[in-house]
């Protein structure tokens, strides 16, 4: 029914850029709150960013100044580009959206991650 794919994720050095995509295809009437989160090895999922239907954007502290969530509501897609990576950004990533199918029907979807890895 909806679907959310990811791309982007590389090996990359200290101080290096990457930009992950989430793209999502399926019965969607419009889209609310898009979401990135992160999964490191051993440790518990959190939150990076988000982004309104709106355009209004919160960060998390660690990743503020060096990351920007954006979209694209005529694709479908959210954004994350990331400069000035660190070792410590080193993670999965994966997407959530909150999906509008009709009045007072919403769902949420992930996407299936994409690995980042930054290397020191």
């Known amino acids: 029914q909806v679907q959310l794919v990811e791309s982007g994720g590389d090996l990359v050095q200290a101080g290096g850029s990457l930009r992950l995509s989430c793209a999502a295809s399926g019965s969607i009437s419009s889209i609310n709150t898009m979401a990135w989160y992160r999964q490191a090895p051993g440790k518990q999922r959190e939150l990076v960013a988000t982004?309104?239907?709106?355009?209004?954007?919160n960060y998390a502290a660690s990743v503020k100044g060096r990351f920007t969530i954006s979209r694209d509501n005529a694709k479908n897609t959210v954004y994350l580009q990331m400069n000035s990576l660190k070792p410590e950004d080193t993670a999965v990533y994966y997407c959530?959206?909150?999906?509008?199918?009709?009045?007072?029907?919403?769902?949420?979807?992930w996407g299936q991650g994409t690995q980042v890895t930054v290397s020191s």
């Open positions: 959530n959206v909150e999906i509008v199918f009709g009045i007072k029907q919403y769902g949420y979807y």
């Open positions: 982004i309104t239907r709106g355009g209004s954007t």
